[in-house]
């Protein structure tokens, strides 16, 4: 790397959301589970920590990009689901500090909001584009804050989109969605009173919710659907029920993860799943050395918990965007 990146470029959200837009973050996102495949990776990790209302977690990944670059990203977010209602303060608030992986300078601090917001959101299109069927084309979204927005930006850019069911537990939500989302992506959008209803006319279903319990089952889920879950990033977070996860082939975005934090968690607990009963990891699908959808029948789900592998993929082509732009600020915190 050269001597421009000594010093530490600082990136406001602002700065990153006008950086980082979801079709470069889908291919960023991509890359980097090929990369995972291939062994060009530092091995997520992940660090979590429980506090009245909310919680904390740490995340960590490294890569090494198609020009050589080695970048380390570590992300600390604040995870508060109450703060919007009662405090007027985003749910998500962190950031991200992105290093030169050859020997450790810090390039880099971003908040971590925008690319929480879009790299999760890219992986569940990453995943849709070997999991949902190529003619899907009906999708209900449970959760109409902003990840259901972004969710729903992603999988239109995979996914000939023509119909969305919009559920939320706040009415006034799901009408707010469906109205702005229908003027922007110019498809039908429907807000739904019954989400298992609409989830049986569907062919993609996205959950986003910080529930706590079982929101979807097996007799809710047509055959042939593509279930991305979202919400359950936590081990105490679950939206999908353990009899669902054994009817279906199941992709985990990283499967050790999945198995102390997502929904997989609570379908290992139960019983109902073994982890040799997991179908592949996304990396392994993506690369081709797992196949993904086999059949128009099978229900597919991907459990997304969240993997730092693609906050260092999307903060590094933030990062590199920032220097050929001017973008951000550059400071010493060394000296």
Known sequence: MDSRTRATRVLTRRDVRDLLDMNACITAVDEAFRAHAD??????GVLGTHVTDGGFHVKTAGLRDARGRAYFAMKINANFPGNPARRGLPTIQGVISLHDATDGALLALMDSMEITTLRTAAATAVAARHLARTDAHALTVIGCGVQGRSQLLALSRVLSVERVFAYDKEPDAAARYASEVAHALACEVQPVADYREAVRASD???????????LLFAADVPDGCFVAAVGADSEDKQELAPDLLARSVVVADVLEQCARIGDLH????????????VHAELADVVSGRRPGRRSATE???????GTALE??????????????????IDMRLGE
């Not at 062994?39 to 997520?44: E, H, I, Q, S, V």
């Not at 999307?314 to 220097?323: F, N, P, Q």
């Open 39 to 44: 062994g060009a990776t530092l091995p997520p």
């Open 266 to 277: 609570h379908a290992l607990a139960a019983g109902a799943l073994r982890r040799e009963d």
């Open 311 to 328: 906050d260092v993929a999307a903060a590094a082509l933030v990062y590199e965007r920032a220097l050929d732009t001017g973008a951000g």
């Open 299 to 305: 229900i597919t789900v991907f459990d997304s918990t």
């Open 204 to 214: 993609v279903v996205v959950t986003c919710t910080p529930s706590r319990q079982p």
